[in-house]
């Protein structure tokens, strides 16, 4: 039995809004490494496209921690723009530099990847979860190759996912270990995320810095701890950093072992203060000779 041309062309545009909508429905679902991302883990290690430097021309290094607030600016609630985020991190032209929040997107360009070729920066990163738009967690960037990566998982509590991840630069006579962290908000689960850190081998060795955002709102059990046990800041006097705009609290922080912190200051800047709800905190450290 002949179909008629007529027919033929409805079934044509029939099959054709099929396949519209199996598009529309994949292009909805997250990225298949995204959906079965349920705990922490190591994502990301990576050397730029091209590099600037294989080991520091002098024992004075420049490190920082930076919470960049899923790169969606001072309240949050804008669309993301890590552009911001990347103009204050090139303000502060840092060896190393530890993120916090960082926003890696299921789809599209890789802000942490151009943000690391563009600085010339090697760069690796754990995902604590996976927020709609894409993995959230911590990431390392460093000036310099990195020879090791591991991940502490410090999720202590059922309702948020916490984590750590530490990086190795090796130098020529030397190496020095840097853990970077978004430790909780609530006291007892911060207590018990820095006891793990503290007792963790990569915070056993010397030099160590540990960088990030320590939630340090008040004086509790767990600043205590690493105040005790990383004695190696100049002093106690912790620069203020959030939020951004006036910022109050000291919640993001320089530790040191075997490493001598020389300077402390919160970046303050106008382009950082509209670039997250986070200062960042940078240090002049100098290396054991």
């Known amino acids: 039995m002949a179909v008629s041309p007529r027919s033929e062309r409805r079934a044509e545009r029939k099959t054709a809004r099929k396949k519209k909508r199996a598009k529309r429905r994949e292009l909805r679902k997250p990225a298949l490494s995204a959906h079965h991302l349920t705990t922490p883990h190591l994502c990301l290690l990576r050397a730029p496209r091209i590099a600037t430097a294989t080991q520091p021309s002098g024992r004075d290094i420049t490190v920082a921690t930076y919470n960049v607030h899923r790169w969606t600016g001072l309240n949050g609630r804008g669309a993301s723009d890590p552009a911001r985020a990347a103009f204050v991190i090139s303000e502060m032209n840092a060896d190393v530099i530890a993120l916090q929040e960082v926003m890696r997107p299921h789809r599209g360009d890789d802000p942490l990847v151009t943000l690391s070729d563009a600085m010339g920066m090697h760069v690796a990163f754990a995902a604590t979860r996976v927020h709609k738009r ?40 030397s190496s020095l270990d840097v853990v970077a962290t978004h430790l909780s908000l609530a006291d007892r689960t911060r207590h018990r995320q820095v006891r793990a850190l503290l007792d963790h081998p990569d915070l056993q060795n010397t030099p160590t810095l540990l960088l990030g955002d320590m939630n340090a709102w008040r004086q509790c059990k767990a600043t205590q701890a690493l105040d005790e046990e990383l004695r190696e ?57």
């Open 134 to 173: 894409g993995e959230i967690g911590n990431a390392i960037l460093s000036r310099w190759p990195i020879s090791g990566v591991s991940m502490l998982d410090l999720s202590f509590s059922r309702i948020e996912s916490r984590v750590a991840v530490s990086a190795r630069l090796r130098f020529r006579h």
């Open 233 to 289: 800041h100049h002093n106690l006097d912790w620069p203020a950093s959030f939020p951004s705009a006036a910022p109050v609290f000291s919640l993001d922080r320089v530790y040191a072992r075997g490493v001598k912190v020389l300077e402390l200051s919160a970046h303050m800047t106008r382009a950082a203060e509209r670039a997250s709800d986070h200062l960042p905190v940078i240090a002049r450290v100098r290396l054991p000779a």
